[in-house]
T-cell receptor, first 112, second 115 residues
Framework: QQKVQQSPESLSVPEGGMASLNCTSS?????YFWWYRQHSGEGPKALM?????GDKKEGRFTAHLNKASLHVSLHIRDSQPSDSALYFC????????????FGKGTVLLVSP | GALVYQYPRRTICKSGTSMRMECQAV??????VAWYRQSPQKTFELIAL?????????EQNFTQEKFPISHPNLSFSSMTVLNAYLEDRGLYLC???????????FGKGTRLTVV
């Protein structure tokens, strides 16, 4: 079973709209969550991390974490065509073997 | 800034042959390096994680005999795909970080095609 599940698989929003991406973990040991973005032909790049319950805002991006339900979301306000990319949720636990487990990703398309 | 360079960017090898790919961390000390393979469907598979002062740990379905990794210092790692076959095709990504629970910096990957 995939330990980090993302939804939707793909998402289309108009320029200026709000994009909402979801991620759920099946492993209660995961305590640290990241959102990564990958543009075509590039490696993934970290957008933001969230380790505590609640909201974390960085510019147009807001992440929300609910550890009780193992759910993390990413909301992109005022979406731009340059936000079109593949978005990954990634999680890790607090162990000496600090590996990052990725979800399958959400394709976001922002149309002008 | 922190950057990770991977080379070659793409390579083609004949079925049954081997190829080596390299990963260079610039601007930070890579205390841990992870090698991933991204499938054509964009799914990530962790191959192995190398942490300084610890043994390299391979994930299930990946072995040192097939994917030997070297991490000789805090700025360089290499991985070889031995005896490559069609199922080894994909984008091999190197991700490096300093410490734990910190940002992992990725290179642009090495795209392996097996013919």
């Amino acid at each position: 079973q995939q330990k980090v599940q993302q939804s939707p698989e793909s998402l289309s929003v108009p320029e200026g709209g709000m994009a909402s991406l979801n991620c759920t973990s099946s492993d209660r040991n995961f305590q640290y969550f990241w959102w990564y973005r990958q543009h075509s032909g590039e490696g993934p790049k970290a957008l933001m991390s969230i380790f505590s319950d609640g909201d974390k805002k960085e510019g147009r991006f807001t992440a929300h974490l609910n550890k009780a339900s193992l759910h993390v979301s990413l909301h992109i306000r005022d979406s731009q065509p340059s936000d079109s990319a593949l978005y990954f949720c990634a999680a890790s636990n607090d162990s000496g073997y600090n590996k990052l487990t990725f979800g399958k990703g959400t394709v976001l398309l922002v149309s002008p | 800034g922190a950057l990770v360079y991977q080379y070659p960017r793409r390579t083609i090898c004949k079925s049954g042959t081997s190829m080596r790919m390299e990963c260079q961390a610039v601007g930070f000390q890579a205390t841990s390096v992870a090698w991933y393979r991204q499938s054509p469907q964009k799914t990530f598979e962790l191959i192995a994680l190398s942490t300084v002062n610890s043994a390299i740990k391979y994930e299930q379905n990946f072995t040192q005999e097939k994917f030997p990794i070297s991490h000789p210092n805090l700025s360089f790692s290499s991985m070889t795909v031995l005896n490559a076959y069609l199922e080894d095709r994909g984008l091999y990504l190197c991700g490096a970080r300093v410490g734990t629970n910190t940002e992992v910096f990725f290179g642009k990957g090495t795209r392996l095609t097996v013919v």
